[in-house]
């Protein structure tokens, strides 16, 4: 079974940094698409930030030069380094998966990766929370 484990939430100051990482579990050979994504009570789902089986990112225009995505695929790690935060990236962030795949490997087009209804998987989400 697959699971996502997100951690490194917290409070911050508009301006700082945080740094999100997503352990994943229950997968050896597939190579899913994962993405962090956002959900506050004033917005709908976001995805932020978005990674393609192979590595391409892809990012959400809010975000674009302020965070960052990465992937240990040695570790089954994705992480979101966030820079520059403002009070409007308060949310709940929650990792995901999809292993829509071909040939084992997600294929994902951008469109799709920066959708949040693509992804099948979902960690329990942690908050971040950045106060002016």
Same mark, same amino acid.
């Given at each position: ?18 740094? $999100? ?36 990112? &892809?990012? @959400? @225009?809010?975000?674009?030069?302020? &965070? ?16 520059? $935060?403002?009070?409007?990236?308060? @949310? ?6 999809? &292993? ?13 990766? $920066?959708?949040?209804?693509? &992804? ?13």
């Amino acid at each position: 079974e697959v699971q996502l484990v997100e951690s490194g939430g917290g409070s911050v100051q508009a301006g700082g940094s945080l740094r $999100l990482s997503c352990a994943a579990s229950g997968y050896t050979s597939a190579e899913p698409c994962m993405a962090w994504v956002r959900q506050s009570s004033e917005q709908e789902r976001e995805v932020v930030a978005a990674v393609r089986a192979g590595g391409t990112t &892809f990012y @959400a @225009a809010s975000v674009m030069g302020r &965070f960052t995505v990465s992937q240990d695929n040695t570790n089954y790690i994705l992480s979101l380094e966030m820079k520059s $935060l403002k009070p409007e990236d308060t @949310a709940m962030y929650y990792c995901a998966a999809t &292993f829509a795949a071909t040939y084992g490997r997600c294929t994902y087009s951008e469109r799709a990766l $920066l959708d949040a209804a693509s &992804f099948d998987y979902w960690g329990q989400g942690t908050q971040v929370t950045v106060s002016s």
